[in-house]
């Protein structure tokens, strides 16, 4: 048992092929689901400095579920979530949904990021600093990047790291890292399908 065989649904139950073209679709369920189950990473990493971004992914997740509750039947995938307010001509009001996958997309881009360093073989502290540099350090303030820049340095070694997310003692880090790299591979999928239909409909500026 691995943090990543423990997940009740990962972002592979999420991405479908769009029946009446060859884009992708993200089921509005399973992605917010696989999106809450990932947020226990941040607490393998130990720094409660990280609480402001797991909070931030926590918000935007209730803010989806929210709007989908109110017309499940039109909003079964995130695209048609996102294309009912492109509709109503409310993507950039207070608290759309449109915004909240937004940033949403954009955390999980960090943790895209970093997982993928990690399977670089470099350590936490490394692979964060490089992942928020790439993701998430272009939309924050002075502010906020001081605080991630003393969480990444509190980020625990390698070694404690993986052996959190082994959960087992008999389970190799191998094995976990194989894990670790299907699991990130469906969230990168996730994501790529979701970039490409904020950028066609110019929504991510």
């Known amino acids: 048992m691995t943090f990543f065989t423990t997940r009740k649904v990962d972002f592979a139950a999420a991405l479908q092929d769009a029946e009446e073209s060859d884009q992708?679709?993200?089921?509005?369920?399973?992605?917010?689901?696989?999106?809450?189950?990932?947020?226990?990473?941040?607490d393998a990493l130990g720094s409660t400095a990280f609480a402001p971004v797991k909070s931030d992914i926590s918000g935007n997740i209730k803010k989806l579920r929210g709007w989908h509750a109110k017309d499940t039947e039109n909003t079964?995938?995130?695209q048609a979530l996102v294309q009912k307010e492109i509709d109503a001509g409310t993507t950039k009001a207070s608290g759309s949904a449109t915004d909240?996958?937004?940033?949403?997309?954009r955390a999980l881009n960090f943790i895209n990021a970093f997982l993928d360093e990690v399977l670089k073989g470099e350590s936490p502290s490394k692979a964060a600093s490089t992942a928020y540099t790439a993701t998430l350090s272009r939309y924050h303030n002075f502010f906020v990047r001081q605080i991630f820049n003393v969480a990444m340095k509190v980020c625990p070694s390698r070694e404690n790291f993986l052996k959190l997310l082994r959960r087992e003692a008999d389970a190799s880090d191998d094995d976990l890292l194989e894990q670790m790299r299907v699991y990130n591979t469906a969230l990168s999928a996730n994501l790529h399908a979701?970039?490409?239909?904020?950028?066609?409909?110019?929504?991510?500026?």
């Open 100 to 105: 909240a996958l937004l940033w949403l997309k």
């Open 24 to 42: 992708k679709i993200l089921l509005t369920t399973a992605f917010v689901d696989s999106a809450e189950e990932i947020l226990p990473i941040f």
């Open 76 to 78: 079964q995938t995130l």
């Open 194 to 205: 979701l970039q490409a239909f904020y950028d066609k409909h110019g929504l991510d500026a």
